[in-house]
Structures are given as C-alpha cells and as structure tokens.
C-alpha cells in the first residue's frame, strides 16, 4: 500500500489513541518510522502488520476502525485544505446528491463523479506507476442506485468510510450503504441518501463550483510533495518509472528544487543534456534571412523564391531551419501547475520572442556533466535518444472552456501539464526512464518558428508539410474544438499521408472526462472541412487546397479523418476504459451509427478490463506500461489494416507514390552524419521483450 496510507494512518491513531500506542506498535513489529512513512508503495504484509498492531493494542476491531479510518482520511483532507477539489470533480453530488427516488438525471449526474474519480487513479497512476489504486462503478435500476468497489488489496470498510464521509462532510448529503453482494475482490452496496443535520465545513461551497477534476488531481499530486503532517525532516518520495520495470521508489522533485540536480540524484539512468538557460552560445548558429539566401544563392523575397523550387530544394531549406525544444522548457508536472515560464509561454496573447528556446535539429546539444553516473550509464544514455515529435494544437481554448473545465482552470496550465504526461511516456519508452522526460523533443510552432520577423515566419509556414515529415511523429493536444480548426485538420491530414498511424499521439488525459465525453463525440459525428474555422481567408482556401490535393475531394478527407479520429481516440482512451468500459462503448456506437462496421469490429476487440486484470493477476510492477504495451498490439492487429485500407482509398494515387518516394529522401536526409537521429525504435524492442521474454528467477 502506498506511503500515504501509513502517514494518514499514523495520525489517526495519534488523534484517536495518543503517541504512546503508536510507538508501541512500530515496537511490537519492529518498524522503522522514517522508512513507512516514505510515499513509495511499500508490502501489503507491512501496512497489515502495522494496522493488526495498531488494533491489537487498541483492542479494535478491524473493520470498524478501517471505516472509521476511511472518514478521518476524508477530514484529513478537508484540514489540508484539499476539499475545494473534492467538491469540484465535475457536475456531481454538490448538484444531485443521491436521491431516495433516483431519477434519470440524478444518476447519470452521480455516474460523472465516478468515472471522474477513476479517471483521478487512471492519472495517478501514471505518477505512482507501482501503485494500485481502486476501481469503482455505478449502476441504476429502477429507483434504486448501487456502487460497485473492486480492488486486489479489497478494503471495502475503507472505501465505505471514505465514501460516506465525501458525501457527508462535503455536500450535505448522508449516505447509507447497504451490502447487498461479495466477492474476493468486489463489494456492492445499495445505496440510499437522507439530508445531513450537520453543515458542511466551509459555508461558501457555492465559489468552488468552478474547480474542475484537473484542479483535484493537481492538489493530489501536491500529497506527494508536502504536507503538515510529516516530520520537518521527512521528505516526501515518489517512484522513478522506468520502463523495464526495474527500479525503486525514490523522492520526488519540487518546484524548489533543481531538476537537473533532482534527476542525476535518482534518475535509474543519466541524462546528456544541459538544461542551462543560458543560450547566449547560439547567437552565431541561429539562421538568419542572409544566411539562407546565401546558402541557396538568391537575393530574391525567400517566399517568391521558395515559390519555384523543387521538392528536394525545399526539405532541403526545412532541414536548415528545422528546430527542436526540450519538453524540459514547455511542459510541466502538475505539482509545477502555475509556474509562469510554463503558462506564459502557451499563453496565447504572450508575444515574447521564445525562438532562443529551441536549437537546431542539425547540431548536437551540449552535454551535461555526468558526475557520480558509470561510464555504462554514460553510454546508455549517450545510444538513446528519443523522437522528434510535432505538436499540433490549437492556441486558443474552446469558447465554452470555462464553462465546462471550471473558471480558474486555465488553458495554457492544462497544455504544460498533458504535454508532460505524452513527454513521461516517451521516456519511458525510448530513454527507458520516464525521469528523463525533459530531454524528449518536439517541434513547437511558438518556439521553432522566428516569430519577429515577418518574411521568416512566412518562408516558415509555407515549410510546415516539410516540418512534419522530418518529425519522427506527432502529439496532438486534443481538445472538443481541435476539429474546428482548419490548420489543426491539415496538420493531422499532413501527418497521417506522410507516416503511420501508431506514429500518432493523442494528450487528453484531464481534457476528456464525463462532462466533455459528448462534445468529442460531436465534433467527429458532425465534422466536415467546409464548417472548419480559419482566422486568415488567405490560408482557408491553401489549406483547402492542399487537402483537395491529397485526397481528391473533401468526402475522402472527411471520412479518413473520422476513422483515424475514433481508432487513434480509442487507443488513447483504453488505458482509462480498463476503469470505466463506458469510454469506448460510446465511440464504437458512433463507428456504427456512421456505417463504419468494420471499424466497430475492430473497436469490440480491445480489452482493456481483461488487461487490466491480467495484468494485477500477473502481477506487474508497472501497471500503464504493461497495458500500453496490449493496446500496442490491439491497435497494430486490428486497427492498422483498417487505416492502411482507409488511407489507400482516400489519398489519390500519386500522392501515394510520391510520398513512398519522398520517405526514401527524408530517410537519406537523417541519415546525415550532420543530422541528430533518434534511437532506433528503442521502445518497440522493448515492448517485445516485455511481451515475449520468458520468465527468470
């Protein structure tokens, strides 16, 4: 069970006993406060040893005092200040609480707040990969509502304590739980509510309306970082994740803390990279406009010259202009929500020149001093790079954002944060440390681009079709809006006649979510080019164009872009789907009210609770890792074929040829010993060694 668990428990048992028993247990089972009281995952046998202790000197019975412990975890809460968050996942008991009559409203309303409270631990999860967190569901029949809790560990007095008090202390509402089913790991309880006689703890519930799940899971994230509880010297830990799975728990940075000092201390491998601000060392390599006509041999507007060049010519001119930025700058945890070099730089009114940000993909980057790092570790790191990717994303935020995310959720915040959470995967996957993160690289319009000067940004552009095939692939921040966007849509129809499928990344990990689930759907069920917006009429009809070109006619693009859009959503949502089956069973109804049969197939194939089970059956240390690794497989089987077969029909026959050529001249372009490479799919390889490899003592 996690640290977290022990340090709350602790207090539970100073508030309900006093110290002296306390001490008395850690003595009876020979515990090491300073170690139980690490967040780390730590043996269940240790966590029930120090409860049996606990109870034993108490003369307590145990399920009595886990419900009882369930609630105080929830007051805990509370006095940390965290139940502003609580309040704030999504439309949810605060609006409907549990009626006696449950009418069809009220529970759908109560079904949000449990998919938003698994999709928190499907979040968690990522953070604390060794952690297992529970998985709730909720049913109606009739007038009657009941709660479902599952979990390996299966601490149902727990849950019931944890579940009632939520409802009691936080919105005025007194639940009753009635056991009416068990089994090994699954309790349901029938649930009915009466009005509660005391008042909630803070008068002004009604401000925290507009806290959103993104804000809850940040406060959450702040557990692991500090709390009033802990001793002054006990610092807070957290895991490395790595993906071979083989590391151990370890403190977790802070936003006070140096990064790079915080990764060479416990990262499981050693980054290369100097993460200096100090760039001042570029300012002769940056290009400028006389350096490029030189290099071309013209003295003519770069946008007219660029007009009547070959294809060679111009991927050429992108590759002397193409740039990279480390997720190090752009991207954040979400204990760092807030910090301004992250919300300025994706604010979109900031103008700020952030072109000094990035570096030229053609020279290496300074390396960092590998100190107390083997000469192995050195190596390792050194052979393993991880891809380009490009950032498609729209700058401005949905027009209903606040409305539904919650008034102080801000964009720019979320954008740093999934950008994080796509930057940890990568790591994982091609550094084989997901601490690693900073290092992993993508292609940034505001940062990648000069913006300061008009004739180099417009030769910039014109290039972006070029940007995008010299990426290794593409991470789409994906929100309701994205389809609505001209230069978003191109971009992703750019991408998918260039490279794979599974090449494609979808970030949405606190922007999908019950109340934003009917939207996505909607904006791939009504989706058509002629409705997309574009703030320039000059680029509407390029772009337009552009897509004409590719695809022959806008009902081509129109139904590929469904079919990649609900396949590669799917693939992004299956992890969450292994708490919640609801996330996929409303897209594979959508392929079918479009008459995509044979995508619905494919979509019923996933299994994400089976993974999820086979998985805590096998018991796995990395729990996200080893489901991605099945969606992987899922998605090359069944979905792949189905893409390949969308994309032969829709992209006219001599684009496809031409970018089967083209493919060949971007490879031979990165093979340039001049030109920084990736590693050489260093995640696919382990993936199928952590598929394929048997087991050894």
Known sequence: ?????????KEFIVHQYGHRLWDQALHAEALDESLILQLKQHEDEMTLGMMRACLSAAAANLEDCLEAFGAFFVRFAVRQGWHQWLQGMGNSWQ????????????????????????????????DFRSARFPVFKSRQAGTSFYLTYSSSRFFPSLAKGIVTEISDALFDVHLELTEISREKTEVTWKVTERPSQRCSPDAGKAEFSSWSFFDFHKVMASLCKTFDCCEQDCKPSAEVVTADNCSEGTNMESPETDRDEMRNQYSTSVSTISMDDSLASQGESLPTLEK????????????????????????????????EVRAGRVASSWYEIGITQYSSFWDPERRDDFYHWSESCQEEAPLQNHQGHSIMMYFQAITHRAPLRFVSHAWGSPQDWHEVMGKKCKYEDVKAAELCIAAKDIAAEYLQDANRWEEVRFWIDKCCIRQNEPEFMAVSIQLIEEFIQLCDGMVVILTWSYLQRLWCVYEWACFLVFHEPHDLVICAESLYRAGTEERFL??????????????????????????????????NFERFLRVSVIAITVRCLAARAARNHLCIGKWISLAEELGLKELAAGLQKAAPQAWRQQAMEEQVSDMQFYIKAQSDTWFAEHMFPILAAERRRAVQRHIFRTMILRKETVRRALSDSNFKQPTLKAGRALRVRHKLAPATA
Request: with cysteine; aromatic share 8%.
């Open 1 to 9: 069970m996690h640290g977290l668990i022990h340090v709350v428990w």
């Open 522 to 555: 909607e904006s791939v069920r009504h989706f058509s080019v002629r409705s997309c917006q574009c703030s320039d009429p000059a680029d509407r009809s390029v772009l337009r164009q552009k897509i004409s070109e590719y695809y022959g006619c806008c009902e």
């Open 95 to 126: 609006e409907a609480a549990f009626p006696t009559a449950c009418t069809a409203f009220a529970c759908d309303i109560c079904q949000e707040f449990i998919q938003n409270l698994n999709d928190m631990h499907h979040v968690l999860e990522r």
């Open 292 to 323: 490029i006509r030189a290099k071309f041999g013209t003295e003519e507007h770069l946008l007219m010259w660029l007009g009547g060049q070959s294809p060679d010519t111009r991927l050429e001119l992108a590759r002397t202009l193409h740039r």
